[in-house]
C-alpha cells in the first residue's frame, strides 16, 4: 500500500488534533496499521498500533490514555486522535504498514510501508 499522511499543524499545550492516513489498494484490510514520530534529533518513536481488524491496540506509554487510534477498512484510513498535547509531543508522524494478521507489531522494523509524514508542533 501507499500511504498519505495528513492533520498535522499547530497547536496550543492541551489541544487536541486528529490525524489521518489514507492508503491506497486492496489490501489495507489485511495490513497492520501504526503510527510513529519523530522529534528533531531523535530516534523514531512507537505511537500505536492497530491490527487489520481494528480490535487490536496498542500504545507507547506517553500516550496511553491521551492517543486513540483507530481504522475505518472501508474508507482505507487509519486515524490518530490526540488529546491533552504536550510540548513533547512535537514531532514528524508517520503512519506505516504491514502486510500482517496478527498481533500489530511495536517496532520499526516491523513495517514496510511509510507515509510522507505531518508535522504537529505543540506551543507551550
Not at 498519505?4 to 486528529?18: N, R, Y
Not at 531523535?42 to 492517543?67: C, H, L, P, Q
Amino acid at each position: 500500500v501507499q500511504l498519505q499522511a495528513s492533520g498535522g499543524g499547530l497547536v496550543q499545550t492541551g489541544d487536541s488534533l486528529g490525524l489521518s492516513c489514507a492508503a491506497s489498494g486492496r489490501t489495507f484490510n489485511r495490513h497492520a496499521m501504526a503510527w510513529f514520530r519523530q522529534a528533531p534529533g531523535k530516534e523514531r518513536e512507537f505511537v500505536a498500533a492497530i491490527d487489520w481488524s481494528g480490535s487490536n491496540t496498542n500504545y507507547g506509554d506517553s500516550m496511553k490514555g491521551r492517543f486513540t487510534i483507530s481504522r475505518d477498512n472501508a474508507k482505507n484510513t487509519l486515524y490518530l486522535q490526540m488529546n491533552s498535547l504536550k510540548p513533547e509531543d512535537t514531532a514528524v508522524y508517520y503512519c506505516a504498514a504491514e502486510f500482517y494478521l496478527g498481533k500489530p507489531d511495536t517496532q520499526v522494523s516491523g513495517y514496510s510501508s511509510w507515509g510522507q509524514g505531518t508535522l504537529v508542533t505543540v506551543s507551550s
